[in-house]
């Protein structure tokens, strides 16, 4: 009896000894949210305020050069202007700010916190700011370049927030993964690269917590990530392991547990507090997620000390402390929860429309329900309700418009001949999956009275007269009101726009700074990623319409089918309608989720 009480003291000591230990592990991690709250209100309120002043000055210089925005139709400028190059400048000393405010100052706030010194936000941030200068050579552009560029678009590592949603845009990914060749170097560079940003994870945190050279920080963090990988790895998996195990826990306690005693609400109060619930969650969320790069900067700059010959250094626990402007932020979210959930309540069929009303174009005239830049694929998307068919013309070496979208028709018809080397005769002797190759008047012979034509002035023959010729067509067809010119070249947009302003003209562009939402056209096509809900607003402010392209798979689709798009430009046709059907009977619960965290 004896020996199984001393057992069981031991093992409850030890119990108690973990349960510390726990404790003094994650409880300085929450003690230093409020700090991190004050930080990032502070923090990104002098960014703010020096971006303002940036951008302001970044605007004027384009505006010197004629131009309302720059985008990736019209570019060039950038190198052969001295607005051009210093624009570039000016995009540089943005994203050198962006790393001080995001990463220098988290790092130098941890750095301190960890050595128990005392210090101010301000502190922190002026040293930031001071520090900036050790990156203005080689080395340090090529990291600050890595942060804001690479790390986004690998997902890997740390990135800043003007930044994190970088992407390499779909029709360029679609291109990579159907080529066997682009594919594999593509995963090359990612593993390269990505193995590169690892090894040299600790770079910032020599140069700014020892005062290291740019050069001997590098070397030094590869130094230590050698001898430490493994243990990074294992630490790195046990972080994300439990954010990802408190996001569920979240998930149930907020979303999961009130909904299911929604059951016994009336009728007539079941949207509000639908509403109330899904709100409250997506704010914790939101919450979880301001905070996850600081703590997760303090988690690393923990590691660094513990691999730098200091293995027991470890945050302290603070005395406790009253945090009351926190507990009045909470009180006022939920108070503004409830106000928006009783309004919601009111307006739910304005606010979460029972119709789906975004038009359908069909991409390459069909998309995937038939032949490419074909007759019959065009039909087909009609035949479904399509509101559009997007094609792309090129000329003739004889002046006649054909349709094709590559440079030749090796992908299409196997003839690995361009477009503008071959007569018409020739091109109809040609067969895409067995059909012949249109030409613009059969396009909209076909389109007539039944689907709106977008015409993509496409190719090496892409110009004034490609632009002149096609109105002249579209006139003598007699549908003016039933085409839509669009390109990706902004200069030959610009020029229909002038010369036939009753023609409507769209830009398709993937990237752009400035007021893209008044450069001159009727429509603006964005690729996929760049739509957003900002971006959709500004436009339609200046009275135009948005198209999307080419979002294909069925989360894109659904995105923009409940996004203010004014059409997407898809290959997939019948799936989109599909989608269509399937939103139209979504409960309540499923349209305040999507119209949430869609």
Known sequence: MTFLVQYLSEEDGKMKQKQKQLQNTVLPYLQAIPDIMRYQIVSKAVLGILLLGLSTAMRWTLHSTGRVAVSSGDFLFLFTTWQGILLIVMALVTLFLYVAFDLNTMILFSGKRLKQEEFTVWECMKESIEDIRRFFCPAGIVIVLYIALLAPILGFGISISLTNGLYIPTFITSVIETTPLYNALYIVAIVVFTLIGLANMFS??????????????????????????????????????????????????????????????????????????????????????????????????????????????????????????????????IAGVIVISYLGNKAFDDIFPPKITCPIIAHRAGGSEGAENCVAGLEKAAALGAYGSEIDIQRTKDGYYVLNHDSTFLRTAGVDQRPEDMTLEEVRALRVDGE?????????????????????????????????????????????????????????????????????????????????????????????????????????????????????????????????????????????????????????FEKIVDGIFN
């Not at 000390?305 to 402007?325: F, L, M, T």
């Not at 989360?555 to 004014?566: E, I, V």
Request: glycine share 6%.
């Open 436 to 588: 012949p190759v249109p030409t613009l008047e059969e396009m909209l012979a076909a389109s007539k009275d039944k689907i709106v034509l977008f015409i993509e002035l496409k190719g090496n023959t892409a110009d004034q007269q490609m632009a002149d010729d096609t109105v002249r067509i579209v006139r003598e067809a007699g549908m003016e009101d039933q085409c839509v010119l669009i390109s990706l070249q902004y200069d030959l947009i610009d020029y229909t726009e002038k010369t036939y302003p009753e023609i409507q003209t769209g830009y398709l562009t993937f990237l752009s700074f400035g007021n893209t939402a008044a450069l001159n056209c009727d429509y603006l096509g964005l690729e996929e990623e760049s739509a957003t809900a900002s971006a959709m607003d500004a436009i339609h402010r200046q009275g135009k319409k948005v198209l999307v392209w080419t979002p294909n798979e069925p989360a894109s689709q659904k995105h923009f089918l409940l996004s203010k798009a004014d059409g997407i430009i898809t290959d997939h046709v019948s799936q989109a309608f599909g989608l269509i059907s399937q939103l139209e009977k979504r409960t309540d």
């Open 204 to 333: 910032l945190h020599g140069i700014l917590l020892e005062d290291l050279p740019v050069r001997r920080s590098l070397m030094d963090s590869r130094s230590l990530m050698k001898k430490n990988w493994k243990n990074y790895t294992k630490n790195n998996c046990v972080y994300f392991l439990s954010c990802a195990a408190i996001m569920l826990l979240l998930g149930v306690v907020l979303l999961g547990i009130p909904l299911y005693f929604l059951g016994v609400s009336t009728e007539g109060m079941r949207r509000f507090w639908l509403l109330a619930v899904c709100m409250n969650a997506s704010a914790a969320f939101a919450f979880a997620g301001i905070f996850a790069v600081p703590l997760y900067l303090m988690r690393i700059t923990e590691l660094y000390y513990q691999y730098k010959e200091e293995p027991d250094i470890a945050y302290a626990v603070q005395e406790h402390q009253r945090h009351p402007y926190l507990i009045a932020a909470c009180i006022l979210g």
